[in-house]
């Protein structure tokens, strides 16, 4: 009984709820991939996590751009250690990576900020580090890649140093829960 009781309590820490975006950070995330539906470029995530709301992009795009994942897996809520957290995103993302939806790279964000080449991004959606020095670097990079739509997550009183860093670049134009937009 007692294995038993570790066991279940072990599943209970893996939730992968706790990944994904609430209801209404969902239905504002899904406008903007329709609001950049005509714009070209790919859509860029900085912070994977597991996947689910790379996926969650996927079906609002309706395989309308190429989706950039970018994560190199230091840090997930369940205390996974680096090979289980990025294997565990490999097998969540693996239809859409197989189908060339996904282009999911492991590797720090600021070694894909200082590689990317490619065009514009039509949507970039930052969920990575929380701290108002790396909110700003990504805001940073995300206009000087020319991004049509910046978005973020983690717009809350747990993290403060996205809410200034976002204050800094004029505020949300748009906040539903936690996801902002500027």
């Not at 790919?42 to 190429?66: C, F, M, S, W, Y």
């Not at 070694?111 to 990317?116: D, I, P, S, T």
Request: net charge negative; with cysteine.
């Amino acid at each position: 009984m007692i294995l038993f009781n570790l066991l279940r309590k072990s599943l209970q820490l893996f939730d992968p709820r706790v990944a994904t975006l609430w209801d209404d950070e969902l239905a504002l995330l899904k406008v903007l991939v329709g609001e950049v539906a005509e714009v070209p470029g790919p859509i860029v995530e900085i912070g994977t996590l597991i996947g689910v709301t790379t996926t969650e992009i996927a079906l609002a795009d309706q395989d309308r751009h190429k989706i950039i994942t970018v994560d190199n897996y230091c840090w997930n809520p369940w205390l996974l250690k680096t090979d289980r957290h990025a294997a565990t995103a490999a097998q969540m993302l693996r239809y859409l990576v197989a189908t060339d939806r996904v282009e999911r790279l492991e590797l720090d964000k600021q070694e894909f900020f200082g590689q990317y080449e490619g065009p514009a991004p039509s949507l970039v959606f930052l969920d990575a580090w929380h701290t108002y020095e790396e909110t700003k670097k990504d805001i940073l990079w995300a206009q000087a890649a020319g991004a049509h739509v910046i978005s973020g997550h983690d717009y809350s009183d747990e993290f403060p140093g996205v809410i200034e860093a976002v204050k800094e670049f004029g505020g949300p134009k748009r906040l539903a829960g936690r996801l902002w937009t500027i």
